[in-house]
Nanobody, 115 residues
Framework: QVQLVESGGGLVQAGGSLRLSCAAS????????MTWYRQAPGKQRELVAV???????NYADSVKGRFTISRDNAKNTVYLQMDSLKPDDTAVYYC?????????WGQGTQVTVSS
């Protein structure tokens, strides 16, 4: 069974930083892409950042210049470095892994940014 475990969420003041981690139970080379999503109350789920097995990266316009996605293949872990956080970043953040046949989700980690 493939499992994804997120960590690093918490409460932070506006302008602060957090680093989220997503640890996979298998080699992340097995996946075509690793993606961070987020969902705030009353809002649609939003793609935040994606990194492919080849190392390419893409970001939502709302987080460009502030968030950075990266991976450590040896640790089977994907990270999301979040800087200059805003109250609008408050959401549950989910890790997603997919390949041609399957898709997996973590249970999410809460990020709350106070003003």
């Amino acid at each position: 069974q493939v499992q994804l475990v997120e960590s690093g969420g918490g409460l932070v003041q506006a302008g602060g930083s957090l680093r989220l981690s997503c640890a996979a139970s298998i080699n992340i080379f097995s996946f075509d892409a690793m993606t961070w999503y987020r969902q705030a109350p009353g809002k649609q789920r939003e793609l935040v950042a994606v990194i492919t097995s080849g190392g390419s990266r893409n970001y939502a316009d709302s987080v460009k210049g502030r968030f950075t996605i990266s991976r450590d293949n040896a640790k089977n872990t994907v990270y999301l470095q979040m800087d200059s956080l805003k109250p609008d970043d408050t959401a549950v953040y989910y890790c997603n892994a997919n390949n041609e046949w399957r898709e997996f989700w973590g249970q999410g980690t809460q990020v709350t940014v106070s003003s």
